[in-house]
């Protein structure tokens, strides 16, 4: 366990000098309501309560993956969290019949070597048949892969279980980056592109800064960009999620009481307001700018599979989880090409998101007296929160 990657330093610090980050706060609204913007300023409940060390070194204003790992490894499956038997119920997901010939991308910087013999052995484990699956480079190549790191090979390896857990028929098409630089995962998303990808899914953020991608990687028509929004809790986003042209998918808590599911807001979903011009089509009252998040899936107590850094099963939770699980949904819904996300997210008809969305109506990601913006229930705005957007899937009529 010592090639484990460790926090370069602890997160309240670097949340509070995001604050003054020059490259872009998500920070409080231009016009909010009375009272609606007190910012989150302590720590992730993850890290207070010590309940999740992250994968990355969670570091301001720069790429970083979003991965928590949870418990130790070398637990048994049978108590490793969440399966895809539960996403795929929870969600009424078509998996054994839909997806196949759709190329669902992950985009991820550096390489884990041991990507496809984790993938096949999670498979395996829960039934879901060989994948189909491709490694590429940042350049497109089958080869030439960057070098290994521990922590965003648990990214890896979550990235494409998830993908693999809902939607088992997908294509998945791995692109790694040289780095984590902006540049490199910039280059590598638009290579996913040039590969032939409809949806492309990005479990990492920079954390405090809307502006360290270019938007322009991130806005092909016909493709459908997906990204973490973070997993610091209300007023801590950054890009890619805030894009207009990206849905940002928070996070929420699944439990199960006999064949019954429930969900709630996860307490450090990231969600706010960016520092994006809002677009047309968001509506929402208290918040000027782009709004986060936009749609949700489960972020906490997940298994997985890695024997990169790792001896086999653990649990993992945070954003990139639901990024993958909905990125998947997308797969299967099979129009990716013709959408306009998240638009049409929020351009649908209550009546239409209550038919294909499971509502979230409690929970909370922070403190601002009460607001949609970061507790769900509340205001007008009552089927939708920052921290889970409209909702988590329910089949696939909205994707």
């Not at 990355?56 to 399966?83: D, E, F, N, W, Y």
């Not at 599979?305 to 790792?310: L, P």
């Not at 306009?340 to 990601?365: C, F, H, V, Y």
């Amino acid at each position: 366990m010592n090639r484990l990657i460790r926090s370069a330093a602890p997160l309240a610090a670097l949340l509070a000098v995001s604050a003054c980050n020059a490259g872009g706060t998500s920070g409080v609204p231009s016009a909010p309501q009375a009272g609606a913007q007190s910012a989150r300023s302590q720590m992730p409940d993850w890290q207070a309560k010590n309940l999740a060390t992250p994968a990355c070194p969670q570091v301001v204003g720069v790429p970083t993956c979003m991965a928590l790992i949870q418990s130790k490894s070398g637990i048994s499956r049978s108590i490793a969290g969440l399966q895809p038997s539960d996403f795929q119920t929870r969600y009424d997901l078509p998996s054994s019949t839909n997806g196949a010939g759709q190329i669902v991308a992950i985009v991820d910087a550096y390489d884990n070597p041991n990507v496809a013999s984790d993938l096949a052995a999670y498979r395996s484990e829960f039934g879901l048949g060989a994948a189909t699956f491709s490694k590429y480079n940042q350049n497109g190549q089958q080869s030439g892969y960057p070098h290994g790191s521990v922590g965003w090979g648990v990214e890896i390896d979550l990235d494409v279980q998830m993908v693999s857990a809902a939607c088992p028929k997908c294509t998945i098409y791995l692109v790694e980056a040289n780095s984590s630089t902006s540049s490199d995962l910039q280059s590598a998303e638009v290579e996913a592109v040039k590969l032939g990808a409809h949806i492309v899914s990005n479990s990492w953020s920079c954390l405090g800064s809307d502006s360290c991608v270019s938007a322009s990687d991130f806005d092909t028509p016909g493709v459908v960009y997906l990204a973490a929004s973070g997993d610091s809790g209300y007023n801590h986003i950054g890009a890619p999620a805030v894009l207009t042209s990206v849905v940002s998918v928070g996070g929420t808590v699944l439990t199960k009481n006999g064949s019954k599911y429930s969900e709630t807001v996860w307490n450090d979903a990231g969600a706010g307001c960016s520092l994006i011009k809002k677009p047309s089509w968001q509506k929402d009252p208290d918040c000027k700018n782009r709004t986060v998040a936009d749609i949700s899936a489960v972020a906490w107590n997940v298994a997985e599979y890695d024997t990169y850094g790792y001896s086999g099963w653990f649990t993992v939770g945070g954003t990139s989880v639901a990024t993958p699980l909905n990125a998947a949904v997308f797969g299967l819904a099979g129009n990716a090409s013709s959408l306009t996300e998240p638009q049409a997210i929020w351009s649908a008809t209550q009546a239409t998101r209550k038919a294909n969305l499971n509502t979230i109506s409690s929970g909370s990601d922070g403190s601002c007296s009460g607001e949609y913006l970061c507790t769900a229930g509340t205001h007008q705005y009552r089927t939708y929160s920052g921290p889970s957007g409209w909702g988590t899937p329910l089949g696939i009529g909205l994707y």
